[in-house]
């Protein structure tokens, strides 16, 4: 059973802010993406106890799966699962220990409807587990999916006989015989945990690689507690470890899956830790950097129209308004804490709320301003209305999420500045006193956050 101390908790904390404050510069001097991923893989596998002397080959084999993890994250469509994502996941980590890290680092290498698709190297490592959509001349498949969108059926694609280490992923996931595996029950995660296990089974024994797909299961995030059983997904979880446990002989003792499953709560919460940062600022920063994955017109990021930003905007403000911040961070036989899990909560609770607020100000002008479009001749760049975008080209700051700190705030902060709202000092200017809409405001000032709500319809 996994039991950290109190400072444990608190360095995820610091190290979390100091890292989304660092310039480009300073992440730079850490090292590439690629020689930081070989020599954390490296490390990992050590302290497993393999090493050169036990595998004459396995710096080959750490070199291959470090540059498979980076061109899996480096795919142009990813703007915040890129590769540092798995660095910040591992740091945020309450207990730095290998089973953990190496999974922190393979967690995201599927992301299928953000990348189009899986791509023809992982299509290759997945052999056995998917399937591609056969696809027609329009590229779109009989079953009404992209033509590269994966097929994946449980314990059919590949029967358990012909292939055990999937068939104890697939339990592991809690698949049923022939059951349709997509994004909505964890096609992501599951995949991603198939790639791990294969690339890992040259080195690792079969209960570490269990380990590791346990981890990768957590990671499905914002499950609810079963209304019918009362159990939630941790629950389920050790439920499922357990029979793994028999059915593959691989020798837990209950401790040691109770472990298991806590080491996965633990890299779950460190995936979405952003939701529980008590800097307001960088939740809001990550929530724009999430927006172009999720919404493929952004991409094209001087080229979209008022509704492609209105409709992304929407979405996101309709993600706010659903999501529940008690089920954000799961917990297992009082691990992570109650008190960590508690001010987690708290911290989430705030920052949807004052997401809310600022995203609805954001889709509420919006609206207007597709309105405005749509009746003087429809849809249009949104740079028609609202000026040139910022761009390397041009002098205005760089935009939130590549500068330090300082510029993030300000970029945020600067529209409201220009209305006349002083936000660097919040005590000499009385809310009332501004006549524009209160909710567009209320995000920078501490004293009325609490004050005001932005219904959610």
Known sequence: MIIPNGSDVKKVEQVQLARSHESSKTQEKRGTYITRLVMTLEECLAKLGVNTTTHVDLLALIERMACLIHESMSVSSRNYHSVQHVFDVAENLIIDEPIAVIAALFHDCV????????????????KGA???A??????????GCLQNTPICEAHKTTHCADDTLLCMVEKIFGYSVGQAVNHTNGL???????IAV????????????AKIACCLEATIPFRPVDTKTGESCMDKLFDKMTKVNVDFSLGFSQEEVVTCVQRAADLSGADVLNFGTGDVFWFLDNTWSLLPESNEGLRRSHLYTVQQFQFAVFKMYGFFCFLQPEVIYPFYQNFPAPETIQERVGHASNNLHVGRSYVGAKLLSLSILSAVAELTGGDAPISLFMGDLPSRHTSIASPIGQ???HDKLSSLTEPAGLMGVDLEDEGEKEFSDIKYNKHVYKVFRKDVVHNHHLMCD
């Open 111 to 126: 992301y299928y409807h953000v990348d189009g698709g899986l791509s023809d190297l992982q299509y290759e490592k997945l």
């Open 403 to 405: 500068t330090g700190k």
């Open 134 to 143: 056969a696809g027609a001349a329009n590229g779109v498949s009989g079953c």
């Open 188 to 194: 992501n995660e599951f995949l991603s945990a198939i």
């Open 198 to 209: 294969r690339e890992l089974a040259p080195v690792l024994p079969r209960p570490t690689l």
């Open 130 to 132: 998917v399937t591609r």
